[in-house]
Structures are given as structure tokens and as C-alpha cells.
């Protein structure tokens, strides 16, 4: 679902969002999602989406709670930079189906002669391993580490990260 204004209101509600930095913290995914240290509190994890650079979308599991979340920054004329987050239930076989809605989602977004991203790219520390592997299951490439890159502000160390891109001609190949 879109993180977007439906007739004056938001359609997930800011205290959903704030609800949910409880649950990333309890399941341990706060430092390992946001390891740079932007996001230390509710407010935090709620400014992320509401950033008018990001494009912001929820995943809904089927019990209507938020499930996940996927947004899109660094956009640069035909790509941006992706970041995904499931919550531990939904990973596996649910996360990689909705990672692969929510690329379809992104790469069908109208520009001004046909779509609006023709590559989306990732920069994943190199200590993330789940990470890695699941942006592997939906057909990423990944191209090497840049060493020294990723900064884990709960460690205070710099980190090589993985960079990737999905282009969209390869997109569900």
C-alpha cells in the first residue's frame, strides 16, 4: 500500500507507524535496518515516511497489520535507492512475494515517456547476510563491496557495503 494522502487523510495513520518502531525494536531490527543511526525513536521511524524525497509503501499482511516496509530515496532522473524491512513473520516465502509486488509497484510508476525508473540500486552493509541473500532471491546483481562505506553508528565502525542494482528490463526474469 502506498504511503500517500486519500482525501485529507494518510492511508497508514501516524500511530500505526509509531506502534511499529515497538515492534522493529522488540524483534531486534532497528541497528540492523537503520545501523547509520537515523532512527532512535517513533518520531524518527514516522519522519522517514513523511520525507517528501521518499517514496513510502507498506506492506498489509492478510490480518490487516503492517507487515513490512519499503521505500524509495536517492531519486536521480531513471533510479533511486531501494530499502526494504519485514517484520520476522513475514520473512521467507512472504517477504520475497511482496518484495516482488512492491518492485513491480515501483518500476510500473509513470515518468514522463513511459516509466519513471529504469534502475533501482542498494548499497547493503556487508555484515547483513539475510539481506544479501534475499535481494539474491529476487534477481538482484550484485557488483562488489566498497569497502568502508556503511557506517554502524551502534558499533561506531565503518563497514564495506554491497552494492546492487535491479534494472528493469531484468525485473521478473
Known amino acids: 500500500m502506498p504511503y500517500t494522502d486519500v482525501d485529507g487523510r494518510m492511508t497508514v495513520p501516524d500511530q500505526s507507524i509509531l506502534e511499529l518502531y515497538g515492534q522493529l525494536l522488540f524483534e531486534g531490527l532497528v541497528p540492523i535496518v537503520f545501523c547509520q543511526g537515523s532512527v532512535k525513536s517513533p518520531g524518527d521511524l514516522l519522519m522517514i515516511f513523511k520525507k517528501p524525497d521518499n517514496i513510502s509503501v507498506f506492506v498489509i ?9 519499503a521505500f524509495l ?3 536521480s532522473r531513471n533510479s533511486a535507492y531501494v530499502h526494504f524491512c519485514f517484520l520476522k513473520r513475514m520473512w521467507g516465502k512472504k517477504s520475497t512475494e511482496a518484495g ?5 509497484y515501483w518500476f510500473s510508476i509513470p515518468g514522463r ?3 519513471l525508473f529504469d534502475v533501482l540500486l542498494g548499497i547493503i552493509p556487508e555484515t547483513n547476510r539475510r539481506a544479501i541473500r534475499y535481494i539474491k532471491r529476487l534477481g538482484w546483481t550484485t557488483l562488489g563491496v566498497i569497502p568502508e562505506i556503511c557506517y554502524d553508528a551502534y558499533r561506531d565502525q565503518n563497514m564495506g557495503g554491497l552494492v546492487s542494482y535491479l534494472a528493469r528490463e531484468d525485473h521478473g526474469r
Not at 61 to 69: A, L, P, R
Not at 100 to 104: I, V
Open 61 to 69: 499482511d492478510e490480518d490487516y497489520t503492517i507487515g513490512g516496509f
Open 73 to 75: 530515496n536517492g531519486v
Open 100 to 104: 516482488g509486488a512492491l518492485l513491480n
Open 113 to 115: 515517456s513511459g516509466p
